[in-house]
């Protein structure tokens, strides 16, 4: 067993490194709008490859493997500041092979604010392969500026590599899609690349590489550990800034709901709650 933790680790860190090598880029549009994913902000962040309802806020290609529709609500706020406040809410609803996805994201405050609508379709192309694509719909509001209406697009990649063993392609904004006329800055494009791999029955290992334009790149690692039948524990860090990543979950027949936060040494807590709804199967 300890070798084999061994061995992933040093796939997982090479993977890494190769990806901040070559300088991909990466982004979602959680870049647009800060996380509001509990399970993901406990993780370090990572967010493309959980293969349940909160991928439609990151890489819907994973929604290919959901099982049951289900609604997720969350809300983060950074640094205890009600400014810097985030909620979303998104739903997702399986079929024979594709998925339908749709989200709604709000941050800021009443001089600020970013508003997100999007919806997305999955697709199987093979039992172990899944291709996903994402419409964006984004308004930032400023008092004394107005507001700013964007459309942009997203497209993933999921693929099933072994049982334990996933990875995952990510793309925002590949279109070059511009800020608007309050700003000359384009709305950040990149690529994301991620692989999770369960060590065992109650461990999962999780890690990501990302790097926006024109900023440093980034690391996404995190453990979960299933101690019991409904209860989650999990721990993780990205870097660039640093920030150290902590929280749980319990189920409880189709409710889920997962608290965490991220911690940063100089600026401190960022809380999070996500709440999930799994419907029965008919």
């Known amino acids: 067993m300890t070798k084999r933790i061994l061995a992933v680790a040093f796939l997982l860190l090479t993977f890494q490194f190769l990806i901040l090598t070559l300088s991909l880029s990466r982004c979602s549009a959680q870049s647009f709008i800060p ?10 962040f990572s967010e493309h490859l959980f293969g349940d309802a909160y991928s ?15 609604v997720v609500i969350g809300s983060s706020q950074r640094f205890f500041m009600k400014e810097l406040s985030s909620a979303g809410a998104g739903f997702a609803y399986p079929m024979k092979n594709s998925a339908l996805g749709l ?3 709000y941050y800021g405050f009443s001089s600020f604010s970013r508003k997100c609508g999007a919806i ?11 291709f996903a694509a994402k419409l964006d719909y984004l308004q930032t509001s400023i008092n004394e500026y107005g507001i700013n209406n964007a459309v942009t697009g997203e497209l993933g990649v999921a693929v099933k590599v072994t049982k334990d063993l996933n990875f995952g392609m990510h793309a925002f904004n590949p279109f070059l899609v511009s800020g608007g006329y309050f700003t000359d800055e384009r709305i950040p494009t990149g690529f994301s690349l991620g692989l999770n791999y369960k060590l065992a029955d109650q461990l999962l290992l999780i890690a990501e590489s990302s790097k926006e334009l024109n900023s440093p ?3 996404h690692t995190g453990l979960e550990y299933k101690p ?12 660039h800034p640093f920030e150290y990543g902590f929280g749980l979950g319990f189920q409880f027949k189709n409710w889920m709901v997962d608290a965490a936060s991220a911690y940063h040494v100089q600026l401190g807590y ?7 709804y799994s419907f029965s199967k008919k």
Not at 270 to 276: A, D, E
């Open 35 to 44: 996380n509001s994913g509990a399970r993901s902000v406990a993780l370090g």
């Open 56 to 70: 439609v806020f990151a890489n819907p290609a994973s929604l290919a493997w959901l099982e049951k529709p289900t």
């Open 103 to 105: 989200n709604l994201n």
């Open 120 to 130: 997305s379709y999955t697709q199987k192309i093979t039992e172990n392969i899944a």
């Open 217 to 219: 790149g980034r690391l």
């Open 228 to 239: 019991a039948e409904k209860i989650f524990l999990r721990g993780g860090f990205s870097t």
């Open 270 to 276: 960022s809380p999070c709650v996500t709440l999930k």
